[in-house]
């Protein structure tokens, strides 16, 4: 470049707060943010999540008050997980398609606490109700089969939509359940319930006050490195994503957030779907660790992080902070 300093002095458009407004080009608001929301059985009952300060499990008067909150803090999407009951966990996690489970109740109390001001997004996957942990069902040798999980997500999904949900988002990684949910959604008359897919879920260490957060994590032996991604890849990523937009995904994610931002930068610019990132309980954690040892401004750590996600070509986060964002951001 021929003109440079002093003709050319990028600290001009810095100088004041109005000029810095006017050349913003990333705009962080609350209809960016979906709120998981952690239910658990009982009445009056807030639970706190021991490694993750600040979120609680809620049973569903507490559930119905917080979608309350998230519609007059202009969020438009709540994500549920359930804390299933140990006595409703098994083998075949049969709990995942019982229509009056924890999930279907927590569902019906949005709609009848808010009706259509707030979508409820739900988790496919059976590690919540299942005794084991893992996601999917179990043959002999321990390994997790892909086509009998299939048929139980497909009725799990089934049973999220005909209960109201308006996304269902499959959390699992088998291969071809998306196109199969699809179908069975179609055929029971749920055109419109959305199919959001963790298309790039990767076998993330970030996943710990989840699985506590949920109840799975003491069940759990082993790993799920035979269906989630290898944190090496990105190719194989976007194959994922090609293959469940092919199969019939609305939008599809990437997950874990933060450390994953060059898989959600390459997907936005690969695809033309709705990319959503999920900064993972991990992040979170992390997040209010360094606030909690004056390590860094929490309002600061939190806006700076998801306002990445958008820099990035999120449509929007999934964040465990979007109370919290939402209000400093005037929701
Ligand atoms: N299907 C399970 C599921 N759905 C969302 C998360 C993680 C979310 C978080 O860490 O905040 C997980 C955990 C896992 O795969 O073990
Ligand atoms: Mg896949």
């Avoid at 994503?241 to 092919?246: G, K, Y």
């Avoid at 610019?269 to 209010?288: C, L, T």
């Amino acid at each position: 470049m021929s003109a440079s300093y002093p003709a050319i002095r990028m600290r001009r458009s810095r100088a004041t707060a109005w000029s810095r407004a006017m050349h913003r080009e990333t705009i962080l608001t609350p209809a960016d943010l979906i709120w998981p929301l952690f239910v658990t059985e009982g009445r009056g009952v807030e639970d706190p999540v021991a490694s993750l300060p600040g979120v609680s499990r809620w049973s569903l008067d507490g559930i119905a008050a917080r979608a309350k909150e998230a519609v007059e803090l202009g969020i438009p999407c709540l994500a549920l997980f359930p804390n299933t009951p140990a006595d409703r966990r098994s083998d075949d996690g049969a709990e995942a398609f019982n229509p009056d489970n924890l999930m279907c109740r927590a569902i019906r109390t949005i709609r009848d606490a808010c009706g259509d001001d707030i979508g409820v997004l739900t988790d496919v996957a059976l590690d919540p109700y299942t005794a084991h942990g893992q996601d999917g069902l179990l043959d002999q040798a321990g390994y997790v089969v892909n086509d009998d999980t299939v048929a139980v997500l497909v009725d799990q999904a089934v049973n999220q939509a005909e209960a109201g949900a308006d996304i269902v988002a499959p959390s699992d990684m088998m291969d071809g359940r998306v196109k199969a949910i699809r179908m069975a959604l179609e055929m029971g008359g749920h055109h419109n319930v959305q199919i959001m897919s963790y298309a790039a879920k990767y076998a993330s260490a970030f996943y710990g006050p989840f699985r506590d957060a949920v109840g799975s994590g003491g069940l759990l032996k082993g790993d799920k490195k035979s269906y989630q991604m290898d944190p090496a890849n990105t190719q194989e990523a976007l194959r994922e994503v090609a293959l469940d937009i092919a199969e019939g995904a609305d939008s599809v994610m990437v997950k874990p957030g933060l450390p994953y931002l060059d898989v959600l930068a390459r997907v936005r610019d690969r695809f033309d779907v709705p990319v959503f990132a999920y900064q993972v309980s991990g992040e979170y954690a992390m997040i209010e660790a360094a606030a909690a040892a004056g390590a860094g401004d929490r309002e600061a750590l939190v806006l700076e992080t998801l306002l990445a996600f958008k820099r990035a070509g999120a449509a929007g986060v999934l964040t465990y902070h979007a109370p919290l964002a939402a209000r400093l951001l005037g929701g």
